[in-house]
């Protein structure tokens, strides 16, 4: 294979120079991934918005500005057909020419559709990078998690606990490359992503002056309801807006100590720091924070 060092990707990305080509095959397809050195050009002024993102499975991600983000998951007759492919891969015997014909089809199916969200989560943390000054998530909740991968939410009728078991499967590993996304775009534009602590972000009450925290306030999965208060919302709403007070707060905090605020660029390279499901289940995984006051590595895609 022959490539030019320097050229033109289209699609607004500028020439660059090219730093190296990683060549892989994967579900019976090649894929090249190049890695160039870009000139990076800063938007002029840094927008004040900020944003509280709040992620689940039912959503992927509801924002405390009331909208959801809904990821590009199966539909139904796409868990259908993988359903179908892995019960004639089971028919197969391990080993033989049918199982590997089996198992290509079944990953090659497979991967049309992770390569669908992979796309989606691209375009996704750009744009709320883009618009936002001040990005807040809870950091990454190992022990929930690997609960709910092993089907522990409730869920009625077989057919949508396959569906929504699959749907696990398939956006979950994919909740960590999402924060490095949001921690390294916004490090790129000078902006903050701050990952908070995320314990009892679902139970505790939005309204300002209430502040309630009770289980209770979650008569179910998908309403929120303050018994104090009475204040009621879409539960994923709620819990946004919670993590986005407790981002301010943080990012607040972190600007007033001067020892800290004094670093700028730290901890934003891509992946240096990101929160990763290994960590042991009754350790609650810590608040972390990246603010950047200037860009710093090389953009990789
Ligand atoms: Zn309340």
């Known amino acids: 294979m022959r490539l030019r060092n320097t050229f033109n990707l289209g699609r607004g990305i500028p020439a660059g120079q090219l730093r190296s080509a990683t060549v892989k095959f994967e579900a019976s397809r090649w894929f090249v991934t190049l890695l160039m050195r870009l000139p990076l050009s800063l938007p ?10 709040d992620y689940g499975v039912k959503h992927t991600l509801a924002s405390s500005a009331r909208t959801v983000l809904p990821a590009p998951v199966a539909t139904n007759k796409e868990a259908q057909r993988i359903l179908f492919l892995e019960h004639r891969l089971a028919r197969c015997v391990p080993g033989s020419h049918r199982y590997a014909v089996a198992l290509a089809k079944l990953n090659t199916f497979r991967s049309r559709i992770t390569r669908r ?20 998530a809870e950091a ?3 022990k929930n998690m690997t609960a709910s991968a092993q089907g522990t939410v409730e869920a009625p009728g077989t057919r949508v606990a396959q569906k929504a078991g699959l749907n696990r499967a398939l956006l979950e ?14 490090a790129w534009r000078g902006h903050a992503f701050i990952q908070v602590d995320p314990a009892y972000t679902s139970q505790t009450c939005p309204r300002t002056g209430c ?24 539960a994923d709403f ?34 240096a720091s990101a929160p990763r499901g290994h960590r042991a289940s009754h350790s609650r995984t810590k608040p972390s924070l990246r603010l950047s006051t200037q860009a710093k590595g090389i953009p990789a895609f």
Request: include cysteine; glycine fraction near 10%.
């Open 211 to 234: 502040g309630h925290v009770h289980q209770d306030n979650r008569p179910n999965r998908d309403t929120f309801r303050c018994v104090r208060c009475g204040y009621t919302d879409a």
């Open 173 to 186: 590993p994919g909740f960590g490359i999402l924060m490095q996304q949001l921690a390294y775009k916004q």
């Open 140 to 142: 990454l909740r190992a």
């Open 117 to 136: 969200i992979h796309d989606w989560r691209h375009k996704t943390t750009t744009d709320l990078s883009k618009n936002h000054g001040l990005i807040a």
């Open 238 to 271: 709620a819990a946004a807006e919670i993590i986005l007070r407790r981002g301010k707060q943080t990012f607040s905090a972190v600007r007033t100590a001067p020892a800290l605020a004094a670093g700028p660029g730290r901890d934003c390279a891509p992946g």
């Open 44 to 53: 002029a002024s840094t927008p004040v918005a900020s944003v509280g993102l």
